[in-house]
């Protein structure tokens, strides 16, 4: 019988492997947190008269949020006014005896016990005058707290109250004003990874040396770029990782809004993955993913050598982007990698390999 003829090598696609600049990349996971947060409370005791914001707003430093019924604080003002006059008038008059007592003295008409009695008179009366000072000074702060102001600038949240309620320094927190703009996001590295990075970037300036990006929930990389401006002073014992924190940008979305309230991308106590990336990218040999293969012993690559021969090589992988992969042994400058055709190449088997933008026209 006749023999088949042998078949024909596959048709492969190579890339020649070279030193590309790549982007170090970290992934970790974390949550956004508002840089100040503040819960607001009546700082008095009095019915609530009047709510002036709307719930989930921006607002600034200083807003009119809340006022409280005045009239009852005015009124302590108004008797702490009287006081102070009266005390005022007081210390006059005792002046005036003071000096009396004084001048009868020079002259040898009065008596050093007279002189002694105005002059302990006149010091109760500045006494007096300077306590009921104080009593008005306190009655006015009272009544400034009637106004309950925002004490940052930020996006207000739901009331807690009604006007009509009672409110006071124990009945809660009336509302939380939370800032926007920056925000934090705070992440847990491992105690490893932490000194493997302090060690991988000590020499190219620390923080300086890397950005933080956002991944966020939808899968969206988000597009602004934060920094790294904090690492936690003690170890968490019970997960043995350290808290990096970053700080990023979260600007006012151009023409979106949901009821005359501006959009922003980051909000606080978000779930966001992490990417620390290094700021200037790195000479490294780098071959494309779909070259990388794997099975249970790990990651390996097809090699063309010079007798057009597919050789299966182990190699260990660096860092990894969506189009590349970073390779740190296995590979040498110079060598041919499978990248197309993948599938056909069988180890120590034969194959026609080409540049991969010519592989479409062959097979």
């Known amino acids: 019988m006749a023999q088949p003829a042998p078949s024909a090598a596959p048709a492969v696609g190579v890339v020649t492997v070279q030193r590309q600049p790549m982007t170090d990349s970290y992934e970790f996971n974390g949550r956004i947190e508002a840089i100040n947060s503040v819960n ?29 019924e005045q009239p009852p604080y005015q009124a302590a003002v108004d008797v702490q006014k009287a006081a102070v006059a009266q005390g ?44 009921a000072q104080a009593q008005l000074e306190t009655a006015q702060i009272n009544l400034g707290y009637t106004e309950i102001r925002s004490p940052i600038d930020g996006r207000v949240g739901r009331s807690s109250v009604t006007v009509g309620n009672t409110v006071g320094p124990n009945s809660g927190v009336l509302t939380t004003v939370v800032s926007q703009d920056p925000m934090y996001v705070l992440f847990p590295v491992s105690t490893r990874r932490a000194i493997e990075l302090r ?38 014992q019970d997960t043995d990782t350290v808290t990096v924190r970053g700080v990023i940008p979260n600007p ?33 040999i780098a071959v494309p993913r779909a070259a990388i293969l794997s099975d249970q012993e790990g990651s390996y690559v097809y090699v063309v050598d010079d007798q057009n021969i597919a050789r299966q090589r182990r190699v260990r992988l660096g860092e990894l982007t969506p189009e590349k992969a970073g390779i740190v042994d ?6 041919h990698v499978i990248v197309e055709g ?6 120590n088997a034969p194959v026609t390999p080409a540049p991969v933008a010519s592989v479409a026209s062959r097979s």
Not at 104 to 124: F, I, M, P
Not at 263 to 274: H, K, P, Q, S
Not at 342 to 347: D, E, I, S
């Open 40 to 68: 607001v409370i009546a700082r008095v005791s009095a019915f609530l008269d009047k709510q002036l914001f709307t719930e989930g707003v921006d607002i600034k430093k200083g807003d009119l949020l809340y006022v409280l």
């Open 342 to 347: 993948v599938q056909r190449a069988r180890p």
């Open 199 to 236: 060690e991988e970037y000590a020499k190219y300036g620390g923080f300086d040396a890397v950005k933080v990006r956002l991944r966020l929930p939808d899968g969206r990389l988000y597009d602004q770029v934060g920094k790294v401006d904090f690492i936690n002073n003690a170890i968490a």
């Open 88 to 131: 005022q008038a007081q210390l006059e008059n005792d002046n005036i005896s003071l000096w009396r007592a004084q001048e009868l003295v020079k002259k040898n008409a009065g008596t050093q016990q007279a002189l002694d009695s105005a002059q302990a008179t006149q010091r109760s009366a500045a006494a007096q005058l300077q306590a």
């Open 252 to 284: 006012v979305l151009a023409s979106q809004t949901a009821g005359g309230v501006n959009l922003r991308e980051l909000i606080a106590d978000e779930f966001v993955t992490i990417l620390l990336e290094s700021v200037n990218p790195k000479q490294v």
């Open 330 to 335: 296995g590979l040498k400058e110079g060598e």
